[in-house]
C-alpha cells in the first residue's frame, strides 16, 4: 500500500486494501444508521416511557463494558480479516430475524434491548479486529488521513443517505429499515472477506499466556501511556455526555419540539453534515495545535452546543447546534483513534483499543439511563444541559494532556511493512 503526500496530509491510496476495507465501512454504517434511527422510532411506537426507551440504547453500549476487553485479546490472537467478516455473517442473520419479527408483528421493548446487546457484542471483536487491521492496510505517515477518511465514508453513509432514508423506508413497512440493514452486513462480509492481508506481525505470545494475562498487558499499556490515560479520561466523561443526549433526542424532538420523524433526521442529517466539515478541518486543526490540543478544542466548542440544546426551545436551533457538535465530534473521534493507533506497540493493538474503548464506552449506558431519568424528572430539554455538564468534566479531565502536545511515537517493524496490502 503506497501513500500520497507528506505529513498530516499524507493520505492512503484508494487501490488494493485500504479502498475494499473502506467500501465495506461505508456500506455497513448505511445499513448501521437505518437501524439506529428506526429503533429509536419503533421504541417509541411501543412505549410512551421516555426510561424504556432510553434502555434500549443503554442495552447497546452495555456488552462494551462485559465483553469490550476480551473482544481486543481475542481480536490480536485471530485473523483479523476472517474474524470481521464472520461477525458482519453472523449480524446479517440476527437483523434479519429481528425483521422477519417484527414484520409479523411480534416486536417488543424487550426484543429491541435483546438485539440491541447481541449486535454490540459481536460488535467489540468486529471493532477491534478492525482497529488493529488498518494499520496493515496504510502505512503509519497515512494514518490519520485513513482514519479521517473512513470516518468521513461513514458519516455521509450514515447521516447523509441512511438516516434521512429511514421515513421513507417506514413507509414500505416497519421491518424495511432492518431488511436492509441486514443485505449491507452480507455484502460488507463479502468486501472485507475479499481483502488479502499477510500474516499480522506480532511478537510471539510466551508459552502459557492467557487471556486474561493479555487483557492486563493491554491495560498496562494504556495506563502507562500519560496522554492516552487522559484522553481515555476525558472520552468515558464525554460518553456519559453523549449517552443521555442520544438516548433521549427523540423525546426532545418529537415532544416539546414537534419535531416529529422528519425533525428528527434534520437533527442527525445536521450532525453528518457538521463532521463532514470537522473532516475538512481537522488535518489544518491538527498542524496549528496538535492532536491532543485538537481534541481540547472539540470538548470545549462542544459544550457550548449542548448548552443551545438544552436552553433554547427552537427546532432550527437544535439542528445548528447539532451540526456544529458533528465538526467537533469528527475532529475528537478522527485524533484519538489516530492517536492510540500511533502509539501502540505492533501486535497490541487490538488491546489496547479494546481498552481504551470499554472504559471510554462504560459511561455510555449510565448517561442513557441518567438521561431517560432527567427527561421523565425535569423534562425533556434537561437531558442536553446535565451532557454539557459531564463535557464540562471531560474538558477539565483533558487540559493536562495538552500542555505541552505530547510527541507521536510511531511504532512500526518489517512485519508491518511486508504486510501491507497493494
Known amino acids: 500500500m503506497t501513500a500520497v503526500g507528506t505529513g498530516e ?13 473502506w467500501s465495506a465501512a461505508v456500506l455497513s454504517s448505511f445499513g448501521d444508521a437505518l437501524r439506529r434511527a428506526a429503533l429509536p422510532l419503533l421504541a417509541a411506537s411501543l412505549t410512551d416511557r421516555p426510561l424504556l426507551i432510553a434502555s434500549v440504547t443503554a442495552c447497546g453500549h452495555l456488552p462494551w463494558i462485559v465483553f469490550g476487553l476480551f473482544g481486543g485479546a481475542v481480536a490480536d490472537r485471530v485473523d483479523q480479516r476472517r474474524a470481521m467478516w464472520t461477525v458482519d455473517a453472523v449480524r ?14 411480534h416486536a417488543s421493548i424487550a426484543l429491541l434491548i435483546a438485539l440491541a446487546f447481541t449486535l454490540t457484542a459481536l460488535e467489540t471483536l468486529f471493532d477491534n479486529a478492525a482497529t488493529a487491521l488498518l494499520p496493515a492496510l496504510v502505512g503509519p505517515e497515512a494514518l490519520g488521513s485513513a482514519n479521517a477518511r473512513l ?17 421513507l423506508l417506514l413507509g414500505a413497512g416497519t421491518a424495511a429499515p432492518f431488511a436492509a440493514d441486514a443485505a449491507t452486513f452480507l455484502l460488507a ?5 475479499s481483502l488479502r492481508t499477510g500474516a499480522p506481525g506480532r511478537e510471539p505470545r510466551p508459552a502459557g499466556s492467557t487471556l486474561r494475562q493479555e487483557i ?3 491495560l498496562r499499556a494504556l495506563w502507562r501511556d500519560g496522554a492516552l490515560r487522559n484522553l481515555c479520561a476525558a472520552t468515558a466523561l464525554c460518553n456519559i455526555g453523549v449517552g443521555a443526549l442520544v438516548a433521549t433526542l427523540v423525546v426532545l424532538i418529537t415532544g416539546p ?14 450532525y453528518t453534515v457538521g463532521s463532514l466539515a470537522g473532516a475538512a478541518v481537522n488535518g489544518r486543526l491538527v498542524t496549528r495545535l496538535g492532536r491532543t490540543r485538537a481534541v481540547l478544542l472539540a470538548g470545549t466548542v462542544q459544550t457550548g452546543a449542548l448548552v443551545v440544546m438544552g436552553t433554547v426551545r427552537s427546532l432550527p436551533a437544535l439542528v445548528a447546534a447539532m451540526a456544529v457538535f458533528g465538526v467537533m465530534g469528527m475532529v475528537w473521534n478522527v485524533n484519538t483513534t489516530t492517536l492510540m493507533q500511533q502509539r501502540t506497540p505492533a501486535g497490541m493493538v487490538g488491546r489496547v483499543a479494546a481498552a481504551f474503548r470499554t472504559l ?8 442513557a439511563l441518567l438521561g431517560g431519568a432527567a427527561a421523565t424528572a425535569w423534562g425533556a430539554g434537561t437531558p442536553p444541559l446535565l451532557a454539557a455538564a459531564f463535557f464540562v468534566l471531560s474538558v477539565t479531565a483533558l487540559i493536562p494532556a495538552g500542555k505541552p502536545d505530547v510527541s507521536v511515537g510511531v511504532h512500526q517493524d518489517s512485519a508491518a511493512t511486508a504486510r501491507r496490502a497493494g
Open 189 to 193: 462480509a463479502a468486501l472485507v472477506a
Open 151 to 167: 470516518m468521513t465514508g461513514q458519516r455521509v453513509a450514515g447521516g447523509l443517505l441512511g438516516a434521512p432514508a429511514v421515513p
Open 9 to 21: 496530509r499524507c493520505a492512503p491510496a484508494w487501490g488494493g486494501g485500504f479502498g475494499r476495507l
Open 360 to 367: 471510554a464506552v462504560a459511561g455510555a449506558p449510565l448517561g
Open 92 to 105: 446479517a442473520l440476527l437483523v434479519a430475524g429481528f425483521a422477519a419479527a417484527v414484520a409479523l408483528g
Open 216 to 218: 492486563v498487558g493491554g
Open 257 to 270: 419540539l414537534h419535531g416529529g420523524t422528519g425533525g428528527y433526521a434534520a437533527a442527525t442529517t445536521a
